[in-house]
């Protein structure tokens, strides 16, 4: 990367995130797509899923004249502009994001024992539980309500405030 490189904005068409960004990696164009897991419901599980953290937007580090290549490919919408220009985002704020995302992606998947969660679906959705021991893919849990100890995937329970 050289000096007059710098990080521009792309706007995408909705739910094209991933799309563009592997589009414009074939062209050569630096991107970086931050995602973040987000629990998604179905009617029998809830599972987490890597969605964008900003919605429609992706970041491209390149030369300002190839930003104008970038919005030939399909998908991308536009280039964000910022007074008049376009909008150019510092390394730092990216820096910034990238450590937001790692801090998360930590916080998000790490239960312990003795922890307070919800069940999030199932037949025994609502019901509050502390963690007693957490494996690969399920969690026992001792729910004090109803006076029972089960097991549920990991993907089916939540984080109590």
Known sequence: ????????????????????????????????????????????????????????YIFVRAAEFLLY??????GVSHVVYYDGKPAVVRDSEITAIRQFLEQARAKELNYQPDEKVLIACGPLKNISGKIKKVGKAYIVLHLEQIGLTVTVASDQIKKTC
């Open 1 to 56: 990367m050289t000096n007059s490189e710098k990080w521009y904005v792309l706007y995408t068409a909705p739910r094209a995130e991933k799309q563009v960004e592997r589009r414009l990696q074939k062209e050569g164009i630096s991107t970086f797509l931050p995602l973040h897991l987000s629990p998604r419901r179905w009617s029998d599980r809830i599972k987490l899923v890597e969605i964008p953290l900003f919605s429609s």
């Open 69 to 74: 290549q970038a919005i030939t490919v399909q």
